[in-house]
């Protein structure tokens, strides 16, 4: 079956670590995404990438950085830049359709 | 820039009660307009859309309406289940971004169906 994997589920991270979080989609999409979901914010743009080796900073990419090296993958890595990154990341891709297809997400919880 | 604004609730129905979420949204152009729904625990799934004025999506049992006199598009169900507790998050996609597909979320309403 296609569609979007996130891993892992559950991360701990101590302070001033980066960690990286992963996201693979078998769905054939070229355009991918990074969500960052806070309670009472709703989803915010981390970063996007339309297609491979280009990517572009969303609403709140500070603190993050990603890469896009295959078609297949869109790691997320949130550095210890990023002050307050306890939250769920969401990962999701399109196929330049209307609908976003979305992974099962990964809650990050600093220690 | 575009908005779109929804109650954050909880909003808490008895079982087989009818439903309705307000979503309002402020766009140029002609967006897409979405309800997608998150299971607890997981990510989001879309749950219906609409492209144009006067479109309904359906689907489930829900049922929303693009208003684009009232820039809206209510969520409605007439019959709630148990298993239709989650969070409903509606969303519009703005095609002025050209090739990228910037969409833009509500807040999300939680919505809780006692038995």
């Known amino acids: 079956d296609g569609g979007i994997t996130q891993s892992p589920k559950y991360l701990f991270r101590k302070e001033g670590q980066n960690v990286t979080l992963s996201c693979e989609q078998n769905?054939?999409?070229?355009?991918m995404y990074w969500y960052r979901q806070d309670p009472g914010q709703g989803l915010r743009l981390i970063y996007y990438?339309?297609?491979?080796?280009?990517?572009q900073k969303g609403d709140i990419a500070e603190g993050y950085s990603v890469s896009r090296e295959k078609k297949e993958s869109f790691p997320l890595t949130v550095t210890s830049a990023q002050k307050n990154p306890t939250a769920f990341y969401l990962c999701a891709s399109t196929d330049w359709g209307d609908e976003q297809f979305f992974g099962p997400g990964t809650r990050l919880t600093v220690l | 820039g575009n908005s779109v604004t929804q109650m954050e609730g909880p909003v808490t129905l008895s079982e087989e009660a009818f439903l309705t979420i307000n979503c309002t949204y402020t766009?140029?152009?002609?967006?897409?307009l979405f309800w997608y729904v998150q299971y607890p625990g997981e990510g989001l799934q879309l749950l219906l859309k609409a492209t144009k004025a006067d479109d309904k999506g359906s689907n489930k049992g829900f049922e929303a309406t693009y208003r684009k006199e009232t820039t809206s598009f209510h969520l409605e169900k007439g019959s709630v289940q148990v298993s239709d507790s989650a969070v409903y998050f509606c969303?519009?996609?703005?095609?002025?971004?050209?090739?990228?597909?910037?969409?833009?979320f509500g807040i999300g309403t939680k919505l809780q169906v006692i038995p």
């Open positions: 969303a519009l996609s703005d095609p002025s971004s050209g090739g990228y597909q910037k969409v833009t």
């Open positions: 769905l054939n999409h070229d355009a």
């Open positions: 766009a140029t152009g002609y967006p897409s």
């Open positions: 990438s339309q297609i491979v080796n280009d990517f």
